[in-house]
Nanobody, 121 residues
Framework: QVQLVESGGGLVQAGGSLRLSCAAS????????RGWFRQAPGKEREFVGAITRSSGRTFYADSVKGRFIISRDYAENTVYLQMNSLKPEDTAAYYCAAGLGEGPTATYVYWGQGTQVTVSS
């Protein structure tokens, strides 16, 4: 059973930074691609970014490109989402996911419980 646990959310002022972590258990790192999604109140869940399972190629939504960076630590089986230059519109619950495929079109089958990010203006 694959389990994903996010951490690192919180309250930050606009322009600030946060780093989210997604620790995985129950599978080897190289088996699944990993993605980050977010959902704001009253809105649909949207793709934020992803990293492939083998090459480490990254994908980003246009809204976060140039501000967010996804990285991974094989030894810790953990993926990170470094969020810089945060804006109030980045406020959402952020979810980590694991799946097969690449980028936003991958089939994500495992999801974490989410971590809240709130950006104040």
């Amino acid at each position: 059973q694959v389990q994903l646990v996010e951490s690192g959310g919180g309250l930050v002022q606009a322009g600030g930074s946060l780093r989210l972590s997604c620790a995985a258990s129950g599978h080897t790192f190289g088996y699944y691609a990993r993605g980050w999604f977010r959902q704001a109140p009253g809105k649909e869940r949207e793709f934020v970014g992803a990293i492939t399972r083998s090459s480490g190629r990254t994908f980003y939504a246009d809204s976060v490109k140039g501000r967010f960076i996804i990285s991974r630590d094989y030894a810790e089986n953990t993926v990170y989402l470094q969020m810089n230059s945060l804006k109030p519109e980045d406020t959402a619950a952020y979810y980590c996911a694991a799946g097969l495929g690449e980028g936003p079109t991958a089939t994500y089958v495992y999801w974490g419980q989410g971590t809240q990010v709130t950006v104040s203006s």
